[in-house]
């Protein structure tokens, strides 16, 4: 890796990292633009809110499915084939989205764009951090994790302007130039800056990763209309999880390494993560849903009241970096936990009657705080990592992350429909919310005890 970040040209090193910067935003920007656009799917297609929530639920599910692949993928083909390759599949999934009739037509536009997702994030990871030198690791892990959060952040207030004024096809429509431009760029100007190795993919375990995440996932929404039905697919889905992970333990090249979750500071700080990511992603499509749905705003007053937390987000983020290599990531971590426990009060708190400006700023809020955590946990879950595990490294982190993520939609979503009212069912999704926070913060401790 310091060969390739010392050969490469400084003018294509800052073309590969907008090219992948822009395409890893405009990707993880789609897996949250169908949040404000749920519930006009929803009435448009006449299907219900736990069907309706798997154009994101499924992306994100796919996106930590596929993720594993990536880690095979970058050390067996061409950087430039797998780049052009993959900016491709997304192009065919928005092109399906473009012109989907119905809601499974549209479920497989978003799938396919998922699928691409998936690569080019841990792609885009591992690959910047071959391209600069070491020393530039902490700012290089940074911006990646500026385009990981501010992307998702950004989706619903970007798709609420264009549901209200356009229609919400158009987020499939407006996202295709801007892909066929990164095409376009990348087919002439992305190198090739390593050599394939050898590697062989194993399918069994893509099947596997595939089946069992698939299974488990789905059968936390099956067991709102069976229960049986529900338990039987939850534990055939963790059963045939476990079965890829003694595989990956046994192959000479796994598909993902997961004895990597042996490296302490890598599994805390994927945790905190983790947990930081579900608060992320849950809120984010719990607040457009409930001030559609029980304040009947529309798409676009409800894209814009995540606006100022997107913006909040970025700007933070943006700062964080540098606090980090100044400071370290304690008082990052521990501050952004304390402002997200803050931000939750209101939201466990929640009636018909709640302000819209109060709600806006206590997502606001919530967003900062987790810009506070989410990249000082990405670069401290790296620090003991070496140099040649990074690909996998990247892979499995991106995996758990999004693979989690996608749980925490479906389980919010389900447990809001369990009381009678829906903003009784909001209060209680907002409440495991905090949960995850307090449980963020206890992994965090768990890590600092480790210089005590």
């Known amino acids: 890796m310091d060969n390739i970040s010392k050969t490469i040209d400084p003018k294509i090193r800052l073309i590969v ?28 297609m006449n299907v219900s809110l736990t069907l309706v929530q798997w154009l994101t639920t499924g992306y994100t599910l796919m996106v930590g499915v596929i993720t594993p692949l990536s880690s095979n993928l970058y050390e067996k083909f061409k950087k430039r084939n797998i780049f052009l390759a993959t900016i491709a599949i ?15 037509l549209l479920l497989l536009a978003r799938l396919v764009q998922a699928c691409a997702s998936g690569i080019l994030m841990s792609f885009q990871m591992t690959t910047m951090i071959s391209i600069y030198p070491i020393e530039k690791r902490g700012t290089i892990l940074g911006m990646s994790g500026l385009v990981i959060a501010f992307g998702p952040a ?9 549901v209200n004024t356009l229609g919400w096809r158009y987020i499939f429509i407006l996202v295709l130039p801007m892909m066929l431009l990164v095409w376009s760029i990348g ?40 229960a049986l039905q529900g338990w039987i697919m939850l534990v055939l889905g963790l059963a045939i999880l476990f079965i890829f992970v003694k595989r990956q333990l046994r192959l000479k090249q796994p598909m993902l390494k997961v004895q990597l979750v042996k490296n302490r500071s890598f599994r805390l700080m994927t945790l905190v993560g983790i947990c930081a990511f579900m608060v992320l992603l849950g809120t984010e499509q719990m607040l457009p849903i409930f001030t559609q749905n029980v304040l009947h705003l529309n798409s676009m007053v409800s894209g814009m009241i995540l606006l ?43 009636s018909e009657t709640t302000p819209v400006w109060l709600l806006t700023v206590a997502y606001m809020l919530r967003m900062i705080g987790n810009a506070l955590v989410f990249s000082p946990a990405m670069s401290e879950a790296f620090v003991d990592v070496l140099p040649d595990e990074v690909s996998h490294a990247t892979a499995l982190n991106n995996s758990l992350r999004q693979a989690f993520g996608a749980s925490s939609i479906t ?42």
């Open 187 to 226: 087919f002439f100007a992305f190198p090739n800056f390593s050599e394939p190795k050898d590697i062989k993919i194993d399918f069994i375990s893509v099947g596997l990763s595939l089946l069992g995440s698939g299974l488990t996932l789905a059968s936390l929404t099956f067991f709102q209309t069976s």
């Open 308 to 350: 100022p937390g997107a913006i909040a987000n970025a700007l933070s983020a943006a700062l964080v970096g540098r606090l980090y290599d100044k400071h370290g990531p304690k008082y990052l971590i521990i501050s952004g936990g304390i402002l997200m426990l803050i931000a939750a009060i209101p939201f466990v708190m929640i």
């Open 411 to 452: 389980i919010l979503i389900v447990l809001s429909n369990i009381p009678a009212t829906f903003t009784a069912g909001m209060r209680l999704s907002m409440w495991v919310t905090v949960g995850l926070v307090l449980l963020m913060l206890t992994c965090f401790g768990l890590y600092l005890r480790k210089d005590a």
């Open 90 to 104: 997304f192009i065919l999934g928005t092109l399906i989205g473009c012109f989907a009739t119905d809601f499974w």
């Open 17 to 44: 990292t907008v090219l992948l910067l822009f395409s890893g935003f405009v990707s993880l920007a789609s897996q949250t633009m169908m949040i404000t656009a749920l519930p006009v799917i929803e009435h448009e």
């Open 154 to 162: 950004i989706g619903p207030t970007l798709s609420g302007l264009i």
